[in-house]
Structure formats: structure tokens, C-alpha cells
């Protein structure tokens, strides 16, 4: 059984940092596109960043424009762990934060129709 558990969500200051973690079980996400989504209230799920297993332990990064430049996810594939580090949030960011993992996607990376398997969320909210 596939389980997906994000942490490390709560509440922050305006230009702070956060990291999120996404912890994997019952599939190896070294091999999967491991994706990170976010729904702020009163709006739809939207992409945040995704990782791409290109060849060998190459991965490739997609991230929309909102985020480029101040988020990053990466990963440890010992731990079976993905990560959002976010830097210089805003209060736009305030969102549920999703991880998300699917098969190889290529440009299909940022629909969130294409994943397969989603872990139950964890609140971000920004507010000075």
C-alpha cells in the first residue's frame, strides 16, 4: 500500500523559510516523478515543483514561475524522503502543500491529473 506523509507545515513570518517533507512508503521514489502541489483557500490545487528521474541518479526540476527562484524540491533517496524548501515566502504561499508521485511524466509534470498517488496535505499559512 502506497502512503505519502507530508510534515513540517505551520505557521510563518513574511521572507522566513520552511522546508517540507514528504515521506514515502510502499514505493521507491527514486524512481517516480515526485511532485508538490498547493491549494490556497478558495482556489484550485496548483503546481509548486516536480522531480524527474532522467537517468542514473540524474533528476530533472520543473517549477511555474510563482516559486522559481525561491522554492526547491529535492530529494534522499535513502530515506525515501522528497522535500519542498521554501525560502522568502509571501502570504500568497498560504496554501495546503500536497506531495504527489506518478510514473515518468515529462512535460506533463505540473497537471496534477497525472499523479497517481497524493499524501493527505499540510497547512502552510504566511501572515506577519
Known amino acids: 500500500q502506497v502512503q505519502l506523509v507530508e510534515s513540517g507545515g505551520g505557521l510563518v513570518r513574511p521572507g522566513d523559510s520552511l522546508t517540507l517533507t514528504c515521506t514515502a512508503s510502499?514505493?521507491?521514489?527514486?524512481?517516480?516523478?515526485m511532485g508538490w502541489f498547493r491549494q490556497p483557500p478558495g482556489k484550485d490545487r496548483e503546481f509548486v515543483a516536480a522531480?524527474?528521474?532522467?537517468?542514473?541518479?540524474?533528476?530533472?526540476?520543473t517549477y511555474p514561475d510563482s516559486v522559481k527562484g525561491r522554492f526547491a524540491i529535492s530529494r534522499n533517496n535513502a530515506k525515501n524522503e522528497v522535500y519542498l524548501e521554501m525560502t522568502g515566502v509571501k502570504p500568497e504561499d498560504t496554501a495546503i502543500y500536497y506531495c504527489a508521485a506518478a510514473g515518468r511524466l515529462g512535460s506533463d509534470r505540473q497537471y496534477a491529473n497525472m499523479y497517481d498517488y497524493w499524501g493527505q496535505g499540510t497547512q502552510v499559512t504566511v501572515s506577519s
Open positions: 510502499g514505493l521507491t521514489s527514486s524512481k517516480h516523478t
Open positions: 522531480s524527474e528521474r532522467i537517468g542514473g541518479n540524474v533528476y530533472s526540476t
